[in-house]
């Protein structure tokens, strides 16, 4: 038996479709009907893809060289009947899996918890009004509202359709875009040729539709194949490939090593066999970093969870480092730097100039003529037409609730409306036949309608594109010839102080023509000028600092927006992009060389009128010139230049869902400063990491080094595995974590961007690294020497070793805090983790020294007071030593950079 949402609603004609579904098309659901059949149909969600089961990822995690090498030794071990160490052993390649295990569960939940963020929503038509809900609240029956860039939230029966053509390749996998109708089709049309249905998870590549929804959820085409749309994307970043790639050759290598320091000690020094297998497991065990790949993907998985909370959503995780290292930030205006609260302040026709008061979306205000009266529509007939115009040829909504005035859709269109509520005479909305959507790429909208018993066509748009299409303008009793210089000179007064102009225009057809469509050859002349409208879209506050704080981080900011060049400079100045007076226009660019073109984007900071392909051209200069990229977009058409971006932003609140999956990043606010705060995040998350890395490896450097000189010189080895794997798992996973939650440094946006190029460990890094593993493990190993020839006990000594390394590194972790800036500055607090990882610590170590339990598994002895004066000494001389290395280092950085102009490469790291 065929179900409810099986039937063929293509086959049925959209009245039929409405009866069968019990809704109306000019009412839509009610609020109670539309909570009834979502508790009956369920939410408008795809079932989950399969998961892998837990117990299937968590085996995943001991497919691993390390582990290997663990269970060898854990083999090994047995073999020589040290059964304690062998259990040991596994227990540790059982909690390194876990640890794996519960952080790729904590990441996934980050990322499933942004995802949730990132739900969709819908427009639909609720109780006759039009309200944005949760797409996963849609029910069988809502009448759906689609616009250009919407992602289709279910399968709908077409009800009406404007030039909608809907690119379906997620369902159909082809990506050319389907013209769409409404009228009923054959029972047996294809799924690809029911061009009167739109499915769930296509997108609107054009125009503008209201459909019924006819299935959702798990019912829908999308659903039934069981293809869920990933909308975060999960990647290993760089640096995580980096270490992962760093952490298989070290393992090569230690076992080389091994093999051949076993083969010497074999050969050369008269160890018992077992002995020396030991000390040579001991050794392979040492030096791999275990807990090393877990912690940094926690730092970063903490870093996605920061910057979510600061309104940035990163859709994959490399894009958190590349933000760190991001030179470049290209802005839209409207929206990102400006408010995007729009208020008409002035109107201006052939006849007369008016001023208008108010503000905010309340029409509450009044339209003044010439600076001296209020202006009446129903005498200045110029104004009327102008005023029908804006409303008409307007697709947004204002509603008043309980005083507040709210508008649904573009504040462009949104504040026409308002100015019409403001004028003396009421103004009516014409209905439209036909209407072409706004356009980046045109830069106008047009609809088609009757007035007074004539087909007309109202536009509105950017003036300069309107000039050229007009070849007169509307007087009060007719018509005169265009006059360009008063207009040009109006456009530009009015964009000169930062105001956004909108033309608005008219067509009257023939008599006898009453067409039922317009495309845009029928606007291409004969357009008769209304006049001009001055938009006031003011800036936002915080976004003056943030592009202070950009240029101090040496990172430059560019403005590339649809708007006049005048509109575009003046804001421009007021937020410190430019100097106010140069910029260049998108249709300038298009006429450019390759290598012109790459001055000019590196030469301009204000980019005006540029179409969606002028955003992609110079995305690709700019990159070209060795910038890393970042690029924000709203629209459809400026998927291509998101993606090419090192990161693409789009606009959480006004974007369409094509760009928000075409980006790295979709900002929940649509404010400019919280890419420069993401940018902030990138950097400290960066910088974490690369402490971790500092702190991590000479703790293994270490232990390598004593455990070679040991076999070298033949002494007793002054650790043993399962001892080995404590200081390594205490050292790195507990203690490490505590950087992750690291400040970020006080200089972190004064200096320049990062060298994406730059080798993860620098000249420097593998210095200090060494330097520090041989500081340790030199100072150990003399310890070391002489308790053993003053003839204290091996297990004391091993206990002393213990201590004198794992409290060696608390001091160092403070060393590490900041990787050259002093160690003892202003807010050494600021970081409680640092302080409570090292309590517990302290705590950790009590245990394994004096709870007989861990004594008998670890093999450690209680030691007196004295003995801990050896480990404490060690690490304040530590501290210090590396303090004073800093400082040296510090020095040499300085005079490097005032002899050689650092205006290259800013990665001090890279350069010391
Ligand atoms: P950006 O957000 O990229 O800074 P923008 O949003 O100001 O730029 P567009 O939306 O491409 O740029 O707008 C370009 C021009 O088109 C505007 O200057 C305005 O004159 C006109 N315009 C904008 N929105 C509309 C609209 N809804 N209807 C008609 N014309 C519009």
């Known amino acids: 038996m065929a179900k409810k949402q099986d039937k063929l609603w293509h086959a049925m004609d959209s009245q039929r479709t409405l009866e069968a579904l019990e809704t109306s098309r000019e009412q839509g659901l009610s609020g109670s009907e539309a909570t009834a059949r979502l508790n009956r149909y369920g939410r408008n969600e795809l079932p989950e893809g399969k998961k892998s089961p837990a117990a299937l990822k968590f085996v995943k995690h001991f497919n691993d060289v390390l582990i290997y090498i663990l269970l060898v030794a854990a083999v090994i071990m047995a073999l020589l009947g040290h059964w304690t160490d062998t259990i040991v052993i596994i227990i540790v390649a059982i909690v390194n899996a876990a640890i794996g295990f519960v952080q790729e569960h904590r990441a996934e939940q980050a990322l499933e918890g942004i995802k949730n963020m990132l739900s969709p929503e819908a427009q639909v038509l609720r109780d006759s009004n039009p309200a944005a809900i949760e797409a996963a609240e849609l029910v069988p029956g809502d009448i759906v509202l689609l616009n250009t860039g919407d992602r289709i939230p279910a399968d709908l029966r077409l009800l009406s359709s404007s030039n909608l053509k809907v690119e379906e390749s997620a369902l159909t996998g082809e990506s050319t875009s389907v013209e769409k109708q409404t009228e009923a089709l054959e029972e047996d049309a294809p799924l690809g040729d029911r061009t009167n249905m739109v499915f769930s998870g296509t997108t609107v590549a054009s125009g503008t539709g209201i459909g019924v929804a006819v299935a959702t959820g798990g019912k829908t085409e999308l659903g039934k194949i069981n293809q869920s749309i990933a909308s975060v994307e999960e990647i290993r970043t760089p640096l995580l490939q980096q270490t992962a790639r760093f952490g298989k050759m070290v393992s090569v290598v230690i076992v080389a090593v091994a093999a051949l320091m076993f083969g010497f000690g074999y050969g050369l020094r008269d160890y018992e066999t077992g002995e020396l297998l030991l000390s040579v497991i001991g050794l392979a065990v040492a030096a791999i970093p275990e807990g090393l790949p877990a912690i940094l993907s926690i730092i970063l998985a903490i870093g996605v969870q ?51 008061t108010g503000t905010g979306y309340a029409p509450e205000g009044e339209i003044i003529r010439d600076e001296d009266k209020v202006a009446d529509p129903e005498q200045d007939r110029t104004l009327k037409h102008l005023l029908i115009c804006g409303v008409t040829c307007n697709d947004s909504v204002l509603t008043e609730e309980q005083g507040q005035w709210k508008l649904q859709g573009d504040p462009t269109e949104g504040c026409l409306l308002t100015l019409a509520g403001k004028a003396q005479s009421e103004v009516t909305e014409l209905k439209t036949r036909s209407k072409l959507p706004f356009d ?61 102009v909108i033309g608005l225009a008219m067509k009257e057809l023939p008599e006898d023509s009453s067409p039922e469509q317009i495309d845009h050859d029928d606007l291409k002349e004969g357009l008769v000028l209304l006049g001009l409208a001055g938009i006031v879209d003011p800036p936002r506050d915080e976004v003056v600092d943030a592009i202070r704080e950009c240029q101090n981080a040496g990172i430059e900011v560019k403005m590339i927006t649809g708007d006049h060049k005048e509109t575009a400079m003046a804001i421009g100045e007021q937020l410190g992009i430019g100097d106010g007076k140069h910029s260049i226009e998108g249709r300038e660019l298009d006429n450019l060389s390759a290598e012109e073109l790459k001055e000019a984007a590196q030469k301009y900071s204000i980019f005006a009128r540029t179409s969606p392909q002028n955003k992609l051209q110079l995305v690709e200069a700019l990159q070209s010139s060795g910038n890393i990229c970042a690029m924000t977009g709203d629209g459809v058409n400026d998927a291509p230049a998101l993606k090419r971006a090192d990161v693409g ?114 000249g420097y890094y593998i210095f200090r690294i060494l330097f520090v593993s041989v500081l340790l493990g030199g100072g150990t190993l003399a310890m070391n020497m002489s308790m053993l020839s003053n003839g204290y006990e091996q297990a004391v000594v091993n206990t002393v070793t213990m201590q004198t390394i794992v409290l060696a590194q608390m001091f160092h972790l403070f060393n590490c805090r900041t990787e050259l800036g002093p ?39 209680p030691i007196g007071l004295p003995y801990w004066s050896f480990p404490l000494l060690m690490g304040a001389a530590l501290f210090v030593i590396i303090e004073l290395e800093k400082a040296v280092t510090r020095g040499i950085i300085r005079r490097r950079h005032e002899s050689v102009d650092a205006s290259g490469n800013g990665d001090h790291s890279a350069a010391a």
Request: proline share 5%.
């Open 306 to 356: 920061n910057m979510a909370r600061r309104k940035a959503i990163v859709r994959n995780l490399p894009s958190v480092e590349t933000l760190g290292a991001v030179s470049v930030i290209c802005s839209d205006k409207t929206g990102t730097l400006t408010k995007n609260e729009m208020t008409v302040t002035s109107v201006v026709t052939s006849m007369h100039e008016y001023g208008v």
């Open 440 to 500: 980046s790429e045109y830069k106008y909208m047009a609809v088609l309608t009757e007035y007074e018993g004539r087909s007309v066509i109202y536009i509105k748009g950017a003036p300069d594109r309107l000039f050229e299409m007009a070849d007169r303008q509307a007087e009060d009793d007719g018509e005169t010839p265009f006059d360009a210089d008063f207009w040009n000179g109006q456009m530009q007064a009015h964009a000169r102080k930062g105001q956004r």
């Open 649 to 762: 932003v789009a606009m959480g609140i006004k974007g369409t869902e094509v760009s928000k999956d075409a980006s790295e990043m979709v900002l929940a606010d649509d404010n400019f400063s919280t890419i420069v705060k993401a940018v902030k995040e990138g950097r400290r998350v960066y910088d974490n990491l690369k402490k971790t890395i500092l702190f991590i490896l000479p703790t293994n450097g270490a232990e390598s080094f004593l455990i070679m000189a040991s076999i070298l010189l033949g002494t007793m080895i002054p650790l043993t595995p399962i001892q080995i794997l404590w200081v390594n798992m205490v050292s790195s996973v507990t203690v490490s974590l505590a950087l992750a939650f690291e400040r970020i440094e006080p200089g972190a946006m004064k200096r320049p961007p990062r060298n994406p190029a730059a080798p993860l460990l620098s």
């Open 823 to 861: 160690a003892i500055r202003k807010g050494f607090f600021d970081n409680k983790a640092v302080f409570v990882v090292s309590g517990l610590l302290v705590v950790l170590q009590l245990s394994i020294t004096y709870l007989p339990f861990m004594n008998r598994v670890f093999g450690t002895v």
